[in-house]
Structures are given as C-alpha cells and as structure tokens.
C-alpha cells in the first residue's frame, strides 16, 4: 500500500485519533531501502524546504479539528529510507491566537496513538525518551510558542512493531492564519544523526 492510499484510508472519530493516525500510517519499514541520499523538497502549498533521503509522495484529506475550529485540509508528504519513515504534515488555522492550543493537541494525538493496548482499551501513549536533543524547536521564521518543540519517543505502532519516533513541532503565521507543522522519522530504532540533519534542513522562505 502506498503513502497516498494509507493515508486515504486512515480513520477516526476525534482530531486525536485522526492526527494521530494520519502518522502512524506510515510506520510500516521499508525492509529493503535504499541508502541515503538526500535532496532538497519544496513542500507544495507552504513556503517550507526540506531535505529529504527519499522521493516523497503526497496527500490531502479534510480533518474535522472540533474545539469550534471546523474542517482544515491537512496534507502529508512522506517517503521509506534505510528502514525508516520520513514525513512532513501541514495544516492552516484560521484563528492564529489558538495556533499554540492546537500544537499541544496534536502533539498529544501523535503521542497517544503509539501503544494501542488492548482492544476495547485507550491507547497507553508512547514513552518520551527526553534525548539531550530534545527541548524548543524554532526555525528562522517560525511563530516564537513554548509548544514548538522537539521530543523523542518510542513504543508499539498499530501493526504491533516497536518503533522509535523523533518530531518536531512548529507555527508560522499566514495571511489567512497560521500554518502547523509537524516533521517526523519513525524507525525501528534511535535516528539522531539523520533526525539532526533532517530537522536542521526545515527552512521557511
């Protein structure tokens, strides 16, 4: 199955289930990647570049945020290297004075979808390692929050693989609002030096 269709088919009831989802459907590994071999990416529809080690593909569906926000379009790009996932999601608000409210939510809708648990049971959430690279996160451009940031997590996938996840968290303001974005590696374990490299590469023009 391919990002485009994963991503299509990803569901949920709530904007934490749905954020959440929307990433974790790229955790299946490539077994047989290449190696790296990054190149720069223009993020269609935003003004962010990215390297990226990996030809992405991309999405958008509707996402019904809740909290009075209504319906954005989120979109993802994503692609499989060296038995990891690299991806970068985006999606404007049109109130900018809530862009720090809907940072913490999505952080939480990402970490809470790690460790289903038991069906019938919430999610345990993943398990924040707090890496020494771990703290604020604030590209040249990117709205000065508390809740852009950088972590480090781990746990089980929805497929039931162990996975290590480093993400970072950012805003920017729009003329139509604010901008959230999410950047992401999911492995099958630590990726500091290619997380180091990727998020060093987020550039807002």
Not at 19 to 33: E, F, I, K, R, Y
Not at 67 to 93: I, R
Not at 126 to 143: C, I, M, T, V
Request: proline content about 8%.
């Amino acid at each position: 199955m391919t990002l485009m269709e994963s991503f299509s088919k990803a569901k949920g009831r709530a904007l934490a289930l749905r954020l959440g989802a929307a990433m974790l459907v790229l955790a299946p590994l490539a077994a047989c990647s290449p190696r790296l071999d990054w190149r720069q990416v223009a993020v269609e529809g935003t003004p962010l570049r990215v390297l990226l080690p990996c030809d992405p593909q991309s999405a958008t569906r509707p996402v019904e945020l809740g909290q009075g926000m209504g319906t954005v379009q989120m979109s993802m790009m994503g692609c499989d290297a060296d038995a990891s996932t690299y991806a970068v999601s985006h999606f404007l608000v049109s109130e900018p004075s809530r862009a720090a409210e809907m940072l913490s939510y999505w952080q939480a809708a990402v970490l809470g979808q790690m460790n289903p648990g038991a069906p019938g049971q919430a999610p345990a959430g993943a398990k924040q390692l707090r890496s020494k690279e771990d703290g604020p996160f604030l590209p040249a451009g990117a709205l000065n929050l508390p809740q852009s940031l950088r972590t480090t997590f781990e746990g089980v996938g929805p497929q039931g693989w162990k996975l290590t996840a480093h993400g970072v968290w950012f805003a920017r303001i729009e003329p139509a609002g604010a901008r959230l974005y999410h950047a992401v590696i999911y492995s099958d374990k630590p990726r500091t030096d290619e997380a180091n490299n990727f998020f060093a590469s987020l550039q807002l023009q």
